[in-house]
């Protein structure tokens, strides 16, 4: 797997650039890791917690939706927490790996076109996201959603060496 790393060293032409850079590296990292993975090790938890690497990329998924749909946008998304049941996150038995992949890729287009035509400062539209706060920049939404990535691809890194899947970077 060679994705390459958005390195500080490279230039870019502003801070748009760099969360959206970023926010492409850590996507296109799950996708490579859970395609690489088999069928039997998406579907299945070796952790205690009890997620799934296709667990994962519905949250990570529905995670774009909510901070850039949902709450950016103020659009109606009909449920927000669709990536959840009980509590968890959950993947229907009859949600396909080639699908969930597509739909994180989709919303992933939808947060980079939105990114593109919006300022960095730009204040979100009031609504049910911000659970009664007001609502955050962009710049601050795309800082939560690298942090978020981050964190996530680190978990799936783990899993993925677990399952005997690919390593690193």
Known sequence: MTIEFPSPTVPAAGRTEVFL???DYFRDTVVAKVSALSEDDVRRSILPSGWTPLELVKHLRYVELRWIEWGFQGRDVGDPWGDRRDDRWYVAPEET??????????????????????DLDAIGAPGERWDGADPASLERVLF???QEYARHVGHLDIVAELAGGPTGE
């Open 21 to 23: 850079r970023y926010l």
């Open 97 to 118: 790996r080639t699908d969930l992949l597509a739909a994180l890729r989709a919303q992933g287009r939808h947060t980079r076109a939105v990114v593109e035509d919006s």
């Open 144 to 146: 939560h959603l690298v």
